[in-house]
């Protein structure tokens, strides 16, 4: 089962966990996810916030969007943005039982973690700085748990506890989250996390990406060959303007 996809590569290579982010919503498919749910968090409307992302729930309950699209509008919550960070405890306090607010300040949570403990080797990190993020992190866990026992299908709070356990190295709670997303992964989005998996900046290249698309997009319902190389060339940054331009025709 692949990793949470924002933690487990900051993990490995030190960076803020929203930066995978950003690369993966150039696909319009679903930037709109992302974006709508940055400009909602911020809105400060605590009712229409947590109404909008229960409908996303429930359209994921009844199969209208898959695994990813389920998690994703949660990486709105991997900020340091004032707005959002004052915003989610009242939202907690507003709907004390809401499985989404658990999830948003678990995501807050895994954020600030890494942020703090930055992307050395352990005995390189200081000693509070390194207890402060697994405070965050042991915290985070409990919220992902918590939010996985009220709603055990929920993909976001499945990935919020299996990223946080990783990092704690707590290998049954890992387990516990991973098989949720297991059981929802997709072969169309297995295909594309892989592909999305194989940018350049994280080892990949262009070759096994576009090789990824013409080898396994035959064999993935709902989603052409055609569809698929759209992606990739959205998902890369230095891709010309006119290019970008006819994959987005694509995808419409």
Same mark, same amino acid.
């Given at each position: 089962m692949r990793k949470s996809l924002v933690t487990r590569c900051c993990k490995a290579i030190g960076i803020a966990a929203a930066l995978l982010y950003a690369a993966a919503v150039q696909d319009p498919a679903r930037a709109g996810l992302f974006e709508d749910a940055?400009?909602?968090?911020? *809105? *400060? #409307?605590?009712?229409?916030?947590?109404?909008?992302?229960?409908?996303?729930?429930? @359209?994921?309950?009844?199969?209208?969007? #898959?695994l990813s699209d389920q998690v994703r509008p949660y990486a709105a919550f991997y900020t340091l943005d004032p707005v959002v960070v004052e915003m989610v405890p009242a939202w907690r306090a507003a709907y004390p039982d809401s499985v989404h607010a658990r999830v948003a300040q678990a995501n807050l949570n895994q954020h600030l973690a890494v942020v703090l403990r930055g992307d050395e080797y352990n005995h390189m990190v200081p000693r509070r700085a390194l207890d402060q993020a697994r405070e965050l992190w042991s915290e985070a866990r409990s919220l992902g748990a918590e939010a996985l026992d009220s709603a055990p299908s929920h993909a976001a709070a499945a990935d919020a506890l299996s990223a946080s356990a990783n990092w704690l190295g707590d290998n049954v709670a890992e387990q516990r989250g991973n098989k949720v997303l297991e059981a929802f992964a997709s072969p169309r989005g297995t295909l594309l996390d892989q592909i999305a998996d194989s940018l350049p900046q994280w080892g990949g290249s262009v070759a096994m990406m576009r090789h990824l698309? #013409? @080898?396994? @997009?035959?064999?993935v319902e709902n989603l052409s060959v055609e569809e698929c190389q759209a992606r990739v060339t959205l998902l890369l940054s230095d891709t010309p303007a006119p290019e970008r331009a006819a994959a987005v025709e694509v995808l419409r």
């Open positions: 940055n400009v909602l968090v911020r *809105g *400060g #409307d605590i009712d229409a916030i947590e109404q909008t992302f229960e409908n996303q729930y429930q @359209a994921f309950l009844r199969h209208e969007i #898959d698309c #013409d @080898a396994r @997009a035959p064999q």
